[in-house]
């Protein structure tokens, strides 16, 4: 037993009540301080990593997929990927979808993003194990992606609805930016709207009524900006800003060799994650990002007075990187190209 473990290495610990089992659950601490709960039933965590993890009461079998007709299907989970393809959608669908297998639910890929969905058909079909065999290296969304009208509408939601009761779906798990889990959000909040409105229509019984009552949403943020608030970091932006690095590192060969300056512009209409990691990472001499616009009304001069001393002292380049969505204390817009000539004119730099 737990408690009699800890009480014989002189453990302090406390007794939490499970109303699901007659066993109670154990907290405690480790040496190091942290807060350590035996829980009366294994989880997620317990079991092993991918690819040994297997469905719990599932025996082990050699076949390439799992049996899962000896325990019940806890549910049909949709996985969609949307709007603008990022580095990492691949490796994050395998993940779902064997996650899911493992913990005994159906996945199924909705291809073409909320097409698919609308369309329905062949466009949402079951995942099994060894179809995102190979997803971790590959690029984009295997999946795919596409812009969908119809979806912007309610009649185009609510055939979107349809077509995931008729495939017993009721949880989805979208992939995407900002307007794809808008969109979810929205699907989910007019769901029991549509659900009476396709019952008092005839396309759904009752019973299909009842039990798809409610949609359970997971947004899985794919971003290169870095842009959504409390999230440590969104799917792409890692990728990005290691293709910017790449680029830079490329030109500043041609740069030293002609004593030339660069402005490169990158993506970052509100958030200037990418900007920012860029300056650090190559050692750029100036920055403009969205968050913080210059201090005072004549930047032109203070920038000009930055790049001209890394030349006098000795530096034969000369680096300013500016997101996309960079603004100056008036909330005009700066832009790449007025940079440039601001260098070319002032300075007398060959930029490009």
Not at 68 to 76: A, C
Not at 114 to 134: C, F, H, M, P
Not at 177 to 191: I, N, P, Q, V, Y
Request: hydrophobic share 40%; with cysteine.
């Amino acid at each position: 037993d737990v408690k009699d473990i800890l009480r014989a290495n002189d453990y302090s610990f406390t007794i939490h009540p499970d109303p699901r089992h007659l066993t109670d659950r154990v907290a405690t601490r480790d040496p190091l301080g942290n807060d350590v709960l035996f829980l009366t039933e294994p989880t997620t965590f317990s079991m092993p990593a991918s690819p040994e993890v297997k469905p719990l009461s599932v025996p082990d079998s050699t076949d390439d997929e799992f049996d899962l007709t000896e325990s019940p299907i806890r549910k049909n989970i949709g996985i969609l990927t949307s709007g603008g393809d990022a580095q990492g959608m691949n490796p994050c669908v395998r993940a779902v979808v064997r996650m899911a297998i493992a913990r005994r639910c159906r996945p199924f890929f909705i291809y073409e993003g909320y097409q698919g969905l609308v369309d329905g058909g062949d466009k949402i079909r079951e995942a099994k194990w060894s179809d995102v065999s190979g997803f971790l290296t590959l690029g984009g969304t295997m999946i795919g992606t596409a812009r969908c009208k119809q979806f912007r509408e309610l009649e185009g939601r609510r055939t979107g609805v349809l077509n995931l009761i008729r495939n017993g779906i009721d949880a989805l798990v979208v992939i995407g930016g900002d307007g794809s889990l808008t969109g979810a959000d929205r699907l989910r909040a007019e769901w029991p709207e549509h659900v009476l409105a396709l019952e008092a229509e005839g396309k759904i019984s009752r019973e299909q009524g009842d039990k798809y009552r409610s949609l359970m949403i997971v947004g899985m943020v794919g971003s290169i900006d870095n842009d959504l608030a409390s999230t440590d970091m969104t799917i792409g932006a890692c990728s990005a800003l290691e293709r910017i690095c790449e680029s830079v590192d490329a030109i500043l060969s041609t740069a030293m060799s002609h004593q030339r300056a660069f402005v490169v512009e990158v993506m970052g209409r509100h958030c200037g994650w990418l900007a920012l990691n860029a300056a650090i990472s190559t050692g750029a001499d100036y920055l403009f990002i969205p968050e913080a616009p210059p201090k005072h009304d004549d930047w032109e001069a203070s920038m000009c007075k930055t790049l001209k001393a890394s030349r006098d002292a000795g530096k034969r380049t000369s680096l300013v990187i500016i997101a996309e969505g960079a603004i100056d204390r008036h909330l005009n817009p700066i832009k790449s190209d007025y940079i440039r000539d601001i260098l070319a004119t002032r300075l007398g730099y060959d930029t490009r």
